[in-house]
Structure formats: C-alpha cells, structure tokens
C-alpha cells in the first residue's frame, strides 16, 4: 500500500488511535520519498504520542523511531519541538526517551536552528530520570539484586533504565557532536546548572535527589572535558571542590576536572594559602597538587610540592596528617625521588607499625585520590566508574547504562565494563563484590572494613534481609510474644522511643504506666505514629509487683534490663517464646529502688556500650 493510497483514508485511521492504524501510516511514511504537508506530519505525531501515552512501555517504539527520522529528512527544522511534544506524552517512560534522545542527537543537525533550546533539551537527557524513594526505591534494588545474581534473569526485560538515557546524551558529547562551540556552550550551562543547584540547598543527604542531580551534572561535565578543545579553566568549578557540604563522589570527579584544567600559577597560589584553609579544603587541594603533576608528568613541581607539604604531615588535624603522608608517598613513588627514600620509608614504616596493619596497608595502597586513573589522566569510563564505585555510589547512577550488570545481553555495553568483570591485574579487584564469590570467614571481616572503613553507608531492606522473598506465599506464624513493660520510666520522649523501637522490632505489646502520655507532643514527635500500632496499656509502678507475679503464672519468663555482677549480654541472649522484659529508670538502679522485684525477674540483660 502506498502512502497516497493511505492518505485517502488517512483521518479515518487515525482517528481510530489503534496501533495497527498508526503503525501502518507510519510505515509506509518511512517507505515513502514523498514530502507530505506539515499539518499532516503533525496530525501524525500527534497520535503517535496519544498511542504512546495509552500503551506506555508496551506500545510500538519503532514508530517513534521512523517518524523522527522523517522528520529529520523532510522537516529538520520541526524535529526539536515535535520530539519535545512526544516525550511530553509519557516523561517517566525511559523506552521512549532512549529512542527520542539517540535520534536527535545522532549528529549536530538539531543545533542548526534552535541551539539554546536544543541545548536545554540534551541538558535534560543529561540530568533525565526521577530520584526513586520509598516502595518504588525497593522494588527497584530487588530487580538489580535479582541481576546481579544471573544476568540472563527475566527481570533483565523489566524494564529500560533512566541511567541509559542518560548514556545515550553522554556518548553524543564524547562522539556524536564535534562543534566545540556548542560543547562550550554547553559547558557553560553545566557549571551554571551546579552552582543553581549548591544556591538552592547548599546542604543534603546522600543518595538524595540533590545529590544525583549534582553527580548527573559533574559526570557529564567529566565527559565534556575528555574532548582537549574544553579543557579551559574556569574558576568557578572550585567552588565544587572546596565546597563542604558536597558529597564525596562529587568533590573527587570536581578534583579531577581541575587538576586538567588549572593554570600552574594559580595552583601555586593556591597552595600558598594552604596554612589558611579548612582541613578538608587542605585535603582537596593536595589531591589536585598530586593529580597535577601526574597529569603534566611535572618532577620538578612534585618535589616543590613535597617540601611544602612535609610540615602538614605533623599537623594539628589528623585528617590533613594523613592526607600529607600518602600525597607525599605517592608522589616519591611516581617519579621515584630517591633523595626522600627515607621519608617514604619513615611514612611506609608509620602504616605498618599501628595496629590493624593490614586494613592500614589498604587504606595506604587504595586511597582512591591517588590510585584510580586513567593512562592519560583524563576522565574515562574506568576512572569514573572507580571513584563511583569505590564510593558505594547508587549502582543506577552509573551513566554507562548499567552495562556492568548486562553487559552479556547489551551488545553496546562498555568494554571497559567487560574487563572489570573478567580481568584479574586491574585495580578493582578488590572492589568486585557483586561478582566475586565469598571470601573466606577469616578474611570476610577484614576485607569488608577495609573497602568501607571511611565510607558512611546507610541499610537497604533488600540487602539486610538476604533471603527475604518478596513474594512469600507460606507465611509461617511466629508464636513468639514478648511485652516490653516501661512503667518505671517518666521521661516522655524516651516513652516515645521505646515505642519507635518496639514497632521497629516487631514487638506488639508495650505497658507505660499512663496512657496519657501518648497524647502529648513530647512522646509522638520521638515515637513516629507507633502507638498506632502497638497494643498500649496502663500499668502503676505500685501495682507492677502483682502484674509480673501474674504473667510469671502464666508462663512468661520476666527478665529485666539492669547491668549486675550476673547479667547476660543482650546481643548473645536468646529470648524465651514467651517473656516479659522489665526497663528500669533511668537514673536510679533497678535493684536499689525496687528490691521487690529483683527476686521474681529470670535473667539480667545489659546492653554495653562503647565510648572513644
């Protein structure tokens, strides 16, 4: 059927808004040399996006694809505001991005009309995908769980992740658009993007939305600087680098831009006011010190360097003394001074010396501002996908498309990806924890506070509970039933976290000894809506001896909370099915104020506390 043959017809089927309709106007569209007018091509989009928009994830992306590329051929000019109209009609879909994205930015033919909305459009692809919370976040570390353990799992057609979008927008900066006036340009939008974001809310949590948008944004200004034509200094990305309140992985790939950007004099000058400057600002600039002259293969400036930082290595902050060593001992070992071999060895013997010697040695041989590079020092792939890694970086911030988790059924997957898995001689070995099999109970404790010993990370459900399923068909219920009684506690905030800890723990049944402290502001701020659900009671401290003789009768085990001569670690203790555990106040002994009782409790638990 030709295309004229279907224009006879043409409202009546896409009126019909069915996907066979639409697909088979958009197939012979695509067949066609014929140039249609452009109210037709718009009426086209149109129902393109409404069969998008009705089927979501299950509609026909290939005519996405051959409309778009019609478009490119007959009407060029058109392809930025009708590819806008069709991601509009289901933003959250990242099929449909991936296809929008690749399309347009194949080449540079999108810039030639409209180049600051077309460098807004790639700045959104850049920064695409929403920040997953709660239930959605869960469910999706149960899909790249699921994948890490067999990468030819069903969940692999799950679904299209965000951060393949974004690949598609990094590889047409690094591949795809050679104009270095446009890539200036968006340069300039990049930086300007970061410090929007730092002036919007200058402090944030890791893992936040703020936070991936402002690794989003220095990962692509990370790959903008592979191309020599962008490397110019701007002094604005030091405010990146010594702002305090940026997280880790951020600071270090801002680190890094700098060190292949930044003028010598200014470095120089920079280090000058090192004596002046905020430990952290200290150990940010003695990674772009050692960064700089392994990029510019600078011996004369590392020994410079070297005398300047020697007196940092005895100084007041313990963050800046350890930073000075390692800098100093990486940069004898690049250009391998030999009039200092005995500071290396003086820094080397310091390591060995202090205890846990081992975990030491690692920090010393992986300190990731001196270890991860690439050959030429600017921002790979493998340089990237170190620092994020290292840095326990959520998996589904990597740009690389998380080739690292498919490669095997991603024919565009990184190489560098396939390496990292297969190779045994690279540098992150060690850091393969989702592909190496377990080390041996000896070693399990050692390698894993070495990998995380400076790293804070927070618990996932999915990965704490490692053989909990989802879907659990034959729920076994628990005859364990323990009441947590406070009666002897008066401080209502910490009524309020007993009760956060009872629900938390899966305890139903809490004794206080009034009810009308749940009502307070005091007790909900700090309890969180658990007395909601929990089975409260009211007990009186002077009625409580004649309560516990009363569940011993019943066949509860009493047990207090009270460090004796005879107490039981808490951690080690194994509750009895049925029990009843006694807190005591919480400034006066349990056994000096109600002697009465001391007699009817089974066991003593403490819970010891350490203090630095």
């Given at each position: 059927m030709i295309l004229d043959e279907i224009l006879d017809d043409f409202e009546g089927i896409l009126n019909s808004c069915s996907v066979d309709g639409v697909q088979k106007v958009v197939s012979c569209l695509c067949s066609s040399e014929n140039k249609i007018c452009e109210n037709t091509l718009e009426l086209i989009f149109k129902k393109v996006a409404e069969v998008i928009g009705r089927f979501g994830s299950d509609a026909p992306y290939d005519c996405v694809a051959n409309v778009l590329k019609y478009c490119r051929k007959h009407y060029p000019e058109n392809l930025l505001q009708y590819s806008?109209?069709?991601?509009?009609?289901?933003?959250?879909?990242?099929?449909?991005?991936?296809?929008?994205?690749?399309?347009?930015?194949?080449?540079?033919?999108?810039?030639?009309?409209?180049?600051?909305?077309?460098?807004?459009?790639?700045?959104?692809?850049l920064t695409y995908g929403e920040f997953q919370s709660g239930n959605d976040k869960i469910e999706f570390d149960y899909v790249l769980e699921e994948l890490k353990k067999d990468l030819t799992s069903p969940w692999k057609n799950y679904t299209c992740f965000p951060s393949q979008v974004r690949a598609v927008c990094l590889n047409a900066l690094s591949s795809n658009i050679k104009s270095d006036d446009i890539l200036k340009d968006l340069k300039e939008l990049l930086i300007q993007k970061s410090i929007e974001i730092s002036t919007k809310k200058p402090r944030y949590f890791k893992n936040s939305p703020h936070h991936r948008l402002k690794l989003r944004v220095i990962c692509a200004l990370a790959v903008l600087h592979r191309n020599e034509n962008i490397r110019f200094w701007d002094?604005?990305?030091l405010k990146t680098v010594f702002d305090e309140n940026n997280q880790t992985d951020v600071t270090l790939i801002a680190e890094r831009i700098v060190a292949m950007t930044i003028p010598k004099d200014v470095l120089l000058e920079l280090v000058s006011k090192l004596p002046t400057m905020t430990a952290s600002t200290q150990v940010s600039l003695l990674s772009m010190c050692f960064m700089f002259c392994k990029i510019n293969n600078d011996k004369a400036l590392s020994q410079q360097f070297i005398q300047t930082f020697l007196p940092y290595t005895m100084g007041q902050n313990f963050i800046t003394r350890l930073n000075a060593q390692i800098t100093i001992y990486y940069l004898l070992t690049l250009f391998e001074i030999t009039e200092y071999e005995m500071i290396k060895t003086a820094i080397l013997d310091s390591f060995k010396t202090q205890t846990n010697q081992e975990v030491n040695l690692l920090k010393l041989n992986e300190s990731i501002q001196h270890t991860v590079w690439s050959k030429d020092g600017c921002l790979d792939d493998e340089c990237l996908f170190?620092?994020?890694?290292?840095?326990?970086?959520?998996?589904?911030?990597?740009?690389?498309?998380?080739?690292?988790?498919?490669?095997?059924?991603?024919?565009?997957?990184?190489?560098?990806?396939?390496?990292?898995?297969?190779?045994?001689?690279?540098?992150?070995?060690?850091?393969?924890?989702?592909?190496?099999?377990?080390?041996?109970?000896?070693?399990?404790?050692?390698?894993?506070?070495?990998?995380?010993?400076?790293?804070?990370?927070?618990?996932?459900?999915?990965?704490?509970?490692?053989?909990?399923?989802?879907?659990?068909?034959?729920?076994?219920?628990?005859?364990?039933?323990?009441?947590?009684?406070?009666?002897?506690?008066?401080?209502?905030?910490?009524?309020?976290?007993?009760?956060?800890?009872?629900?938390?723990?899966?305890?139903?049944?809490?004794?206080?000894?009034?009810?009308?402290?749940?009502?307070?502001?005091?007790?909900?701020?700090?309890?969180?809506?658990?007395?909601?659900?929990?089975?409260?009671?009211?007990?009186?401290?002077?009625?409580?001896?004649?309560?516990?003789?009363?569940?011993?009768?019943?066949?509860?085990?009493?047990?207090?909370?009270?460090?004796?001569?005879?107490?039981?670690?808490?951690?080690?203790?194994?509750?009895?099915k049925k029990c009843v555990l006694v807190l005591g106040h919480e400034k006066e002994e349990f056994l000096q104020i109600y002697w009465d009782y001391w007699t009817m409790l089974w066991k003593y638990l403490r819970l010891e506390l350490y203090g630095l």
């Open positions: 806008k109209n069709l991601l509009a009609s289901d933003m959250k879909n990242p099929f449909l991005a991936q296809e929008i994205y690749s399309l347009c930015f194949n080449d540079e033919l999108i810039f030639n009309n409209a180049k600051e909305e077309a460098l807004e459009f790639l700045m959104s692809g002094s604005r990305l170190g620092v994020m890694y290292s840095l326990d970086t959520p998996v589904d911030e990597f740009y690389f498309g998380l080739a690292v988790l498919m490669y095997s059924f991603d024919p565009n997957g990184s190489k560098f990806c396939q390496r990292m898995i297969t190779a045994d001689d690279t540098i992150y070995d060690s850091r393969k924890k989702i592909y190496a099999p377990a080390p041996p109970p000896e070693e399990q404790k050692l390698d894993e506070f070495a990998i995380t010993s400076n790293v804070q990370r927070k618990a996932n459900p999915i990965q704490v509970s490692t053989d909990f399923k989802v879907f659990q068909e034959d729920y076994e219920e628990d005859e364990k039933e323990m009441i947590v009684v406070a009666s002897l506690i008066d401080k209502i905030p910490n009524l309020g976290g007993i009760a956060r800890t009872c629900e938390v723990l899966g305890i139903e049944n809490l004794v206080i000894s009034s009810l009308k402290f749940c009502e307070g502001t005091e007790f909900r701020n700090v309890s969180m809506t658990a007395e909601k659900y929990l089975n409260l009671s009211e007990m009186k401290p002077k009625f409580l001896q004649n309560y516990l003789i009363e569940k011993k009768t019943q066949g509860y085990s009493i047990v207090g909370a009270e460090q004796t001569s005879n107490s039981v670690n808490f951690i080690s203790f194994k509750f009895p």
